[in-house]
Every structure is written in structure tokens, then in C-alpha cells.
Antibody
Framework: QVQLQESGPGLVKPSQTLSLTCTVS??????????WSWIRQPAGKGLEWIGR???????NYNPSLKSRVTISLDTSKNQFSLKLSSVTAADTAVYFC???????????WGQGTLVTVSS | EIVLTQSPGTLSLSPGERATLSCRAS??????LAWYQQKPGQAPRLLIY???SRATGIPDRFSGSGSATDFTLTISRLEPEDSAVYYC?????????FGGGTKVEI
């Protein structure tokens, strides 16, 4: 059974870089059959796809965030990570990591982690 | 960029009733559409992919239909635990797009 777990600071100061890690168990992140995505959800709002990393390390990003986002793999730890630079209060959200089957549906999801941007 | 519009915003129904949720795309997405259920404080759960295929472990009271621009998620006999927000999702092309969600109250 594949499981994903997000981790990282719950509080980030404005203008700094948000950094989160997703630890994957039950599957190898460098399996060619899957890609790995980050998705976020501000409180009381809908879902926004942030971007993905493929098993070979290439990326797709949401154009609205592309200039600030980096998603990368750490195959030695079976983890992938999200870095979002120059954050503002608008980046406050629950951040989810998920697996997608090469540009397909998201399944499963991590439980999510709340990141608040505040001084 | 494709926009997914979900309606209604909120659906209030009684146990045993049928719920019909709509997801309309601004241009054709073929059958590259998924549906998710999200309960408060939880991550979304995949219900339907390929517009009409049920994910593993999803009860058969959940069904999806449609293609191109008009899609429907039907919950045939509502149970109290079906109270949630439901999202549609266009995949297969980056960027992935989500609809705004429909809240189902029971």
C-alpha cells in the first residue's frame, strides 16, 4: 500500500522560501510508471495544482507559480520536495503531496500539512 | 486555459436520495476527468477516473458519466457519510485543472 507523508515548517516568514518534503512508502519514486505532485488548498477554498516531478527528474509547473517553484527528487531517501520562494500571505494553505500515474489522476494523497506565512 | 465549472455550489439532500453533480469544461477534455471526495480536515480521495471508472474500493452507488465538456457524478442512494465537497479534475495535460467544488450536505 502506497503512503505519502508531508513534513516541514508550519510557519514561514514573508519573502522567505517555503520548503516541504514528501516521504513515500510502498513504492519507489524512481519507478517510471508514476509522477509525483504537489497540490495546495487555502482555507475554505478549492484545490490548486502546483507542479510535478517525473521519475527521471523533469518537471511540469503551474504557470501561475512557475517562477517561484522548484520540485525535486531525492531517490536515496525515496522523497520528493517542494520549494516555493518569495512567499506572501497568499501562499498560506494546506499543502498536499500525491502520486499521479504519468499525467493521470491523483491517488493516493498525503494527509496534508498547513503552512502559514506570517511574520 | 481550460476552466472547469461545477454546479450547484451546494446540494442539500436527505439520506436515500440521489445526488447529481455537474462539471462543465470550457473546451473538450475528452474523458480525461476525475472526481474526488474531500471531507473536512482530510485529503481528497479519488472516486472516479476516466470520467466513468470507479477507483478501487469505491461503493457502486458512486457513478460518473459524460465526455468532452459535460460530466456528471451521481450518488444514487445518499448515506450520511457522503457529506463532503466533491471536486472534478482535468488531467493528461499540464497544468492540471480542478473545478471549484460542490458541497453535498445530508
Amino acid at each position: 500500500q502506497v503512503q505519502l507523508q508531508e513534513s516541514g515548517p508550519g510557519l514561514v516568514k514573508p519573502s522567505q522560501t517555503l520548503s516541504l518534503t514528501c516521504t513515500v512508502s510502498g513504492a519507489s519514486i524512481n519507478s517510471g510508471s508514476y509522477y509525483w505532485s504537489w497540490i495546495r488548498q487555502p482555507a475554505g477554498k478549492g484545490l490548486e495544482w502546483i507542479g510535478r516531478v517525473t521519475s527521471s527528474g523533469s518537471n511540469n509547473y503551474n504557470p501561475s507559480l512557475k517562477s517561484r517553484v522548484t520540485i525535486s527528487l531525492d531517490t536515496s531517501k525515496n522523497q520528493f520536495s517542494l520549494k516555493l520562494s518569495s512567499v506572501t500571505a497568499a501562499d498560506t494553505a494546506v499543502y498536499f503531496c500525491s502520486r499521479d500515474g504519468t499525467l493521470k489522476w491523483f491517488d493516493p494523497w498525503g494527509q496534508g500539512t498547513l503552512v502559514t506565512v506570517s511574520s | 486555459e481550460i476552466v472547469l465549472t461545477q454546479s450547484p455550489g451546494t446540494l442539500s439532500l436527505s439520506p436515500g436520495e440521489r445526488a447529481t453533480l455537474s462539471c462543465r469544461a470550457s473546451q473538450s477534455v475528452s474523458s480525461y476527468l476525475a472526481w474526488y471526495q474531500q471531507k473536512p480536515g482530510q485529503a481528497p480521495r479519488l472516486l472516479i477516473y476516466g470520467a466513468s471508472s470507479r477507483a478501487t474500493g469505491i461503493p457502486d452507488r458512486f457513478s460518473g458519466s459524460g465526455s468532452a465538456t459535460d460530466f456528471t457524478l451521481t450518488i444514487s442512494r445518499l448515506e450520511p457519510e457522503d457529506s463532503a465537497v466533491y471536486y472534478c479534475h482535468r488531467y493528461n495535460t499540464s497544468p492540471d485543472i480542478f473545478g471549484g467544488g460542490t458541497k453535498v450536505e445530508i
